[in-house]
C-alpha cells in the first residue's frame, strides 16, 4: 500500500543546474514503484493553467546532462492568493494527483507548503544555485555555479599575472554567502565579502596593499551580490591604491547554465529518489535536504522560517590560506 | 607549545589533482601557525636523496589550480626496506625535521606508519583519484576524475545517438568501482560493472537488449578495469547481439589530470589545514579524512588493512533511474 | 527563377561536430531563398525507406550548439548498387524533390554522385572529423576534433610533468595525419607519426632519448591510427629506453562528440549557406569547400579521386618547435 | 649570412591567449636558426628598465597551453617619445641585440615602427583578442576570445530556456566587432551589434517582438562594447516590450583568458616562426599576418593606417540564419 498513486512534478522560481536530474529521478522512481507521474509545465503557473502531461520513461531520456529544466518555470502572483491556491489543489485532485513534488528555492517551498493544508501530500526539493536554504547542506545547482565561477576566476587569473592587477569578481548571492565562499576558498581569493560578515572597505585595501608588498602578482576579491557591488568595491579600492587599476567581472547568468556537475547530478538523483519514496511513506509537507551525507526530511515551514548559518570556520580557512 | 616545529611534506604514489591544493594548504597553515615548511621533491625516493627545500608563502603561489603535483611522485623500491626507512628518518632527523605530511595512496600510508615508528610524527592525505582509500568518504582526486568521465560519456553521448549504438566506457579503479559507480549514476549509464559486484555477461547483453526493445536510443556500459577490460565485455555483448556494435572507449591516464574541481581544492585544503593541525596537536601515525562532512583522524594501521565499503544503495538507484 | 524548388538534406557516414549548423544553416537558406525544405533520416538508409518529413524555421532552432546529427546517419548497401540509387533517385522525385544537399565523408559523395547522374541536382558538404577529403583546407569536425585531442593532451602533461614519463596518444586518421598533425603543433609534440611520412621507430626512440637528455620533463607522441597503433609504439620504445615507462591513451570516439568550437559552427554555416544558393543558381554534382579562405565547389568526381596532400611544411614547423 | 645575430621578443598592450606559443615559436625557431635570442619582460616599460635576460629552449617549455604573457605587460609612457625610443633603441644595441619581434596591437606596432627608424630591425605580430589589426584575417587570441563568448551563451541558453527570456551579451570591441559578428554567427544570436553597422533599438526590438510571435523561445542579442552598453540596449528594449525582461551579461576580462585553442596556438606558432625567418632574411619595419591561409608581411605604417574592413557577407549570413 502506498500513501500516494498519482503524483506530479514541478519546477519553481529561478532555474538551476541538476533540476532536470531531479525530474528524471522522479519521474522514474515514482514508475519504478509502481505509481502515474505528471509534469507540470511552467511552475505554478503552468499548474493554475492546467498544464499537465502524463510523463513515462523516456519523457526524461537525454535530460540528465542539460542544464536549465524542461519542465520551465515562471513566476505566478495568482498563486500566492488563497484562492489561486484552492484552484491549484482542485486541478490536481481533477487529474486524481494525491502529490507533488516541487523542486525549486524559498517561494516554491511555500507553495508546497499551502498545498499540502488543502489536502495534496507535497515534498519540496532545495533546487536553487544560491545555497541559501537551511536543512539542507546542498542544494541542486550549488556545486555546479561554484564552478562556473572557479573557471571564471582561473582566466582571469592568466591575465592577471600578465599585467599585475587585482581583480574584483561579483557573484550570485542574495542573502547567503556560500557562493562566493566556496568559489573563493578553491580559487585562492584574497578577499571574501558575503551578506554575513561585516567588513570594512577600507581594510580590504589595506589588506591588499600589504599582499602586493609581500610579492603577490594578484590579487582577487569575490563579492556575493547581497554584499556590495563590484563597481563600489573598486571605486573604494582605487581611492586607497589608485595605481592597482582593478578590474571588475559581474558574472551574472552564466553561473545558471551549463551542464551541471556530476555531483549536483547525482545529488539531484538521490534527492528526486528519496522524495518519491517518502512521499510513499505517506510523508508530506516536507523539504527533502542533504545533512552530513544523509537525506533528510524537515518541515517545510521550519525550512522557511530559519535562517541557513555560515560556516564561519571555513570563511577563516580560505583567508588563512590566501596570505 | 606545539608538538612539531618544522615539518615537511612529500606527495607519493599515482599523482591526483588536488594534490597542488592540499600542498598549498599545508605549507601555508604551517606557516600561519608558526612552523618552518619544507618540501621535499619525488616522494620517498626524494627524500632519501636529501631532496628537501624550504617552502614559504609564495612557494605554492598560483599552484592551486594546477593538475599534477608540484613537489613530483616517484616509486621507491628502497624506501620498502627496514634500512630505507631507517635512512629516512635520519635525514629528516638531520634536517631538524619532526613532522611530516604525506599525500598519497595505501603506498604511501604504509611508508608514513614506518617513519611515526621511528620518531617522526606523521600525517597521511588520501591523494589518489580511485577513492580507494577507507575511513575518508571521499579522496582527494575523485570528484574531478569523474567529472572527467562524465564529460567524455557526454561527448559519446552525441555519436551514440546519431548512430544508435552502445558504447563502453573502461575508466580506473582496480580494486574500487567508485568512479565507475559515480561517474555511471551522474551519466545515465545502464549497466555498472564494478570489482565488488558480480556480473554476468549475458545478463548484461540481455539488459542491453530490452532496453533497445524498449525505445532507447543508446545504451553506455561503464567498466570499472578491475572488474574486466572494455574489450572483453564488447566480444561478449557482440556474441548476443551482433547489431549492436558496441564502441570501446578506454579512457585512460586522461582521468588524472586537468585542473581539479572546486569540490577537490576544497577538500584538499581543508585536510591539509587539518593535517597541520593534527600534527600541532600532537598526533601521529594517523590518516586524516573526511566523513560525512566532518574532518577525521584514524590509525593508519587501521586504515591500510580495512577494505573499503561498497555503496550498494547508491548501485541499487543508478541502476533503477536508468531504466 | 531557381533551378531547384524543393531540397532535401541528409547527414550520411561517421557523424561529425556541426553537422546540425550544416543542417541548419541549408534548412535556413533554402527556406530564406523561397525553397520548400525536407529533412532525410538515417541518411541514405532513410531514403529507400522513404523517412522524408517537411522541416520549417523551428525544426533547426536549438540545434546549432549540438554534437552528433539530429538527422542521424547510417550505413546502407543497399544504396551502393544501381538498383538502390535508381530507387532513391525515384522517391526523392516521388516526393518532388529536385535537388539534394548531403553532409558527409567520401561514401555520402558517392551516393550524391550517383544521384546527380540520375538527375537530382546534388551538392555535397565535407562532414568528417578526419579532414581526408579534398579540395577544401578544412572539414566540418575537424576544428572541434582537434580541440578535443589538445584538450585531453593538456590533462596528460599534468600527470607526465609530476611522473616525469612520456605519453603516447592514438588519435583518429586512418589515410590522413591533419588531426595528429594539427593537435600535435598545438600541444608541442616531440613525434607526430602520419600515414603520410614515412617513419623508423628506431629513430622515434632516439629522439625521446636526446630530448631527455636535454632536460625535457615529458615527451609527447602522436600516432594517428592510420600510422600504427599506440600499444605497438610503445612496445618499441620501451625495447631501447626501458626506464620510460610509456603510457598510451587511445582517445577513441570522444573526438566525434562534445559540441562544435565556434570555428567548426562557422564553417559549417557557411558551407550550408553556400550549398544551397549553388543548388539555386544550378549547378549540381558538385562538393563544397573551404580554399584559403573561400567558398569553391568541385565536381565531386575530381574530390572523390584526388588524394589530399599533406602539409610538410607544418609537419616541420611541428618538429622545429618541439626541440 | 642572417640578417640579424641576436634578437629579443616582447609582449605589450593588453595580452592575448596564444602570446605564449609566440614566444615560444619566436624563441625555438630562433635558436634553431642558429640566433641568440633574450626576452623582455613588461614590454617597452621593460626595455627601458633594461629588463632583459637570455632564453634557451627550456625557458619556454610549457608553456604553448597557458593564458596570459609569460614576458607580461605593461603600458610605458616613457616610450611615446622620442627620447624614450632612443634610449630603447641605444639599450637594445648596448646588448648586442640587432632584431626585435614585439608581439601586441596597434601601439606596440608604432613602437617597432619608432625603433626601426633608429636601426632595429622589427617585426610585429598581431596579439590582441579583438581582431582590430588589418592586413591579416585573424589576430592571435581572437579564436579563443570568440570561444570563450560561445561556451557563456551556451550556458545562457540553458537558463532562458527555462524562463522564456531574452538575453543581452555585451562583448569586447571597441573599434572592431569581430568577436561579436563571429561569436554572435556561431550561436545562433538574432542581432549582432557592432560599430562598424549603424542601428536603431526601435528595429532590434520590432525583430524582438516578431521573433517572440513567430515561436522562438529566447532571443540573443550581441552588443560589442564599441557599438553600446549593454544596458541601454536592455532599457530599450524594456521600454517597447516591457514583458521580456532581458537579462545583460557583461563578459569582461574572461574573454582574454584561458588556455588558447589550438587554433590560436597554431596561428601563434607560426607566425611566431615567420617574424624570425624574415627577420633573418633582412625584412624589418614589417607587421606579419595571415591572408587567406598564407602568411605574409605588410608595412607597419600601412597597417597601423588602414581600418579594417568589416565582413559585411558574414553578418548578413548570421541575420539569415537566425531568423
Known amino acids: 500500500m502506498t500513501a500516494v498513486k498519482k503524483i506530479a512534478v514541478l ?6 543546474q541538476g533540476m532536470n536530474a531531479a525530474v528524471r529521478a522522479v519521474v522514474r522512481s515514482a514508475l519504478y514503484f509502481g505509481l502515474e507521474v505528471y509534469g507540470i509545465q511552467r511552475g505554478y503557473q503552468g499548474l493554475l493553467n492546467s498544464d499537465i ?121 542574495r542573502h547567503c554567502g556560500d557562493i562566493a565562499l566556496h568559489a573563493g576558498l578553491a580559487s585562492g581569493a584574497e578577499t571574501i565579502l558575503v551578506p554575513e560578515v561585516e567588513y570594512s572597505l577600507e581594510e580590504v585595501s589595506e589588506r591588499m596593499k600589504q599582499n602586493f608588498a609581500h610579492g603577490k602578482r594578484h590579487s582577487i576579491i569575490i563579492v556575493a551580490e547581497g554584499a556590495g557591488s563590484g563597481d563600489l568595491v573598486a571605486q573604494e579600492v582605487l581611492k586607497s591604491c589608485p595605481s592597482y587599476e582593478p578590474r571588475v567581472t559581474v558574472l551574472g547568468h552564466i553561473q545558471r547554465g551549463g551542464t551541471p556537475t556530476a555531483f549536483d547530478r547525482n545529488l539531484a538523483s538521490r534527492l528526486g529518489d528519496f522524495a518519491v519514496r517518502k512521499l510513499i511513506e505517506g510523508e508530506s509537507d516536507k523539504a527533502c535536504g542533504i545533512i552530513k551525507g544523509e537525506l533528510v526530511t524537515t518541515d517545510i515551514d521550519k525550512v522557511v522560517n530559519t535562517k541557513k548559518p555560515f560556516n564561519m570556520e571555513l570563511y577563516e580557512l580560505a583567508l588563512r590560506l590566501s596570505q
Do not use: W
Request: glycine share 14%; proline share 2%; net charge negative.
Open 53 to 173: 502531461f502524463p510523463m513515462d520513461l523516456r519523457s526524461v531520456g537525454d535530460i540528465i546532462q542539460r542544464g536549465g529544466t524542461v519542465l520551465q518555470s515562471a513566476r505566478c502572483k495568482e498563486f500566492m492568493t488563497p484562492e489561486g491556491q484552492q484552484k491549484g489543489a482542485q486541478i490536481l485532485r481533477d487529474h486524481g494527483i494525491d502529490g507533488l513534488v516541487v523542486i525549486g528555492g524559498d517561494g516554491s517551498y511555500q507553495g508546497a507548503n499551502k498545498l499540502s493544508k488543502l489536502g495534496i501530500k507535497t515534498m519540496g526539493l532545495p533546487g536553487t544555485i544560491d545555497n541559501d536554504i537551511s536543512y539542507t547542506d546542498y542544494t541542486i545547482g550549488f556545486d555546479t555555479a561554484v564552478s562556473i565561477v572557479v573557471d571564471a576566476i582561473n582566466k582571469l587569473r592568466d591575465t592577471m599575472s600578465s599585467h599585475e592587477r587585482s581583480s574584483i569578481v561579483e557573484v550570485m548571492g
Open 11 to 16: 519546477t519553481s522560481g529561478g532555474d538551476s
